[in-house]
């Protein structure tokens, strides 16, 4: 398998709260394989995103429909994104882990990455990106900062994603509270 990976990470106080975010993406030829009823897109009836998911789908396709300056890094605009199901899950089990182990990062402990996450939904994907985010109340306030942070816009202005699932999950236990996943893809 060819890829090629960016890690971002931001940690930075607002308002005297600690906020993480980390971005990462890979690009190549997704490894799962699956039967052809179960590429069936959000647009089949699959699932519907909830309230706080078509918030988050809305704000990042208003930035994506603007001409944007991410870092260094300039970006037409380009194309909306879709809802998937399939990301959705994989975003889900991986905020749920987050919150339920209180760790922040793109690998969980026993080594599972974006990748895996996503095969095991049978995503098939030639391109496939995540940011995550932990502390946030809202999925405005997540946006917001992963539009602050390089390498997070960079993710949401990526023209090679066409679609997109996120998650968020709690724990008051936990450092954070409060985590939240977007898995961001193209389907093979």
Known sequence: ????????????????????????????TGTAWASDDSRQSASSGECEPTEQQQEMLNLV????????????????????LTWSCKLHDAAKAHSKDMAENQYFSHTS???????QRVEEQDYV????????????????????????SPGHCSNIMNGAFTQMGMAKADNPESRYTTYWTQALGRPR
């Open 125 to 148: 994907w030639r391109a496939v990106g995540e940011n995550i985010a932990a502390g946030h109340m809202s999925a405005s306030a997540v946006v917001e900062g992963w539009l602050e």
């Open 1 to 28: 398998m060819k890829n090629s990976a960016v890690n971002s990470f931001a940690k930075r106080p607002i308002n005297g709260a600690l906020f993480r975010f980390m971005a990462l993406i890979l690009i190549g």
């Open 109 to 115: 402990p026993e080594g599972v990455g974006i990748e």
């Open 61 to 80: 396709n208003e930035a994506r429909s603007q001409a944007r300056q991410c870092g260094e890094q300039s970006f037409d605009s380009v194309k909306p």
